[in-house]
C-alpha cells in the first residue's frame, strides 16, 4: 500500500493563479480531510468528506475547492491564489472515528 | 481556533531522559490523539486515548486523559536522538458521527541530545 500520496511537492504560484493539489489514498478509507499547517501552528481544516459525493467546510475554508467522484481521490483547488495561502497543506485518510493517516505534504508559496 | 494548546511548546533533553508533554484543551472529547511530524514530513499517528480511558500504553509512550481537567500528557521513556520531533495533541471536538474532524494544538518541538 503507498498510503496517502500528495503532488506536487512544491509549488510557486504568482498570485490571481489557480491551481489543483492532487491527494489520493489506496487503503479505500471513506473519510478524507485537508489542512493547512503555518509556521508555529498545529494543523487547521480546510475541508473534509465523508464519503464519494459529499463534503463539507472546515474550520478555514475561504479560497478553496474540494470535490470528491471517487473513494480514492480528494482533489484541493485553489481558485485565485493570494500571499496568505502560503503554507504547507496535508491531506488525510481516515477508515472512521479514530486515527488518521497523512501524506507528505505539498509546500505551496504564493508570490 | 485552535482546541489544544501544549506545554511546553519547546524541551530539549539528553538520550535516556524521559520527556513529558502536556495538551489542554476546551471542548468535550470523544478522543484525542497524539501525533509526531518530523521535519518537512507528514504526521504520524502515535495512540489514541478514548474519553472513558484514563492511561494508555504502547511501547516507551505513556498518555493520561482528565476530562475533568480537559488535560493529557504524553511521557516518552528513555528518549533516544530519533525522538527529536514535533508531537501534536488533536481532539475531535465531541462532534459526534463516524468522522472525528481534528482540532490540533500548536505543538511541542522536542530535541534530544545524543
Known amino acids: 500500500n503507498a498510503g496517502v500520496t500528495q503532488t506536487p511537492k512544491f509549488q510557486v504560484l504568482k498570485t490571481g493563479q489557480s491551481m489543483t493539489l492532487q491527494c489520493a489514498q489506496d487503503?479505500?478509507?471513506?473519510?478524507m480531510s485537508w489542512y493547512r499547517q503555518d509556521p508555529g501552528m498545529g494543523l487547521r481544516l480546510i475541508h473534509y468528506s465523508v464519503g464519494a459525493g459529499i463534503t463539507d467546510q472546515g474550520e478555514v475554508p475561504n479560497g478553496y475547492n474540494v470535490s470528491r467522484s471517487t473513494t480514492e481521490d480528494f482533489p484541493l483547488r485553489l481558485l485565485s491564489a493570494a500571499p496568505s495561502q502560503t503554507s504547507v497543506y496535508f491531506c488525510a485518510s481516515s477508515p472512521g472515528q479514530g486515527r488518521n493517516y497523512f501524506g507528505p505534504g505539498t509546500r505551496l508559496t504564493v508570490l | 481556533s485552535q482546541q489544544g494548546e501544549e506545554d511546553p511548546q519547546a524541551l530539549s533533553i539528553q538520550e535516556g531522559e524521559n520527556a513529558t508533554m502536556n495538551c489542554s484543551y476546551k471542548t468535550s472529547i470523544n478522543n484525542l490523539q497524539w501525533y509526531r511530524q518530523n521535519s518537512g514530513r507528514g504526521l504520524v499517528h502515535l495512540i489514541l486515548?478514548?474519553?472513558?480511558?484514563r492511561e494508555k500504553h504502547s511501547g516507551r509512550l505513556r498518555v493520561t486523559l482528565d476530562t475533568s481537567k480537559k488535560s493529557s500528557s504524553l511521557l516518552i521513556t528513555a528518549s533516544r536522538a530519533a525522538d527529536t520531533a514535533s508531537y501534536f495533541c488533536?481532539?475531535?471536538?465531541?462532534?459526534?458521527?463516524?468522522?472525528?474532524?481534528?482540532?490540533f494544538g500548536a505543538g511541542t518541538r522536542l530535541a534530544v541530545h545524543p
Open positions: 487503503m479505500n478509507h471513506e473519510y
Open positions: 486515548i478514548r474519553s472513558n480511558e
Open positions: 488533536a481532539t475531535d471536538g465531541g462532534f459526534s458521527g463516524g468522522y472525528n474532524k481534528l482540532i
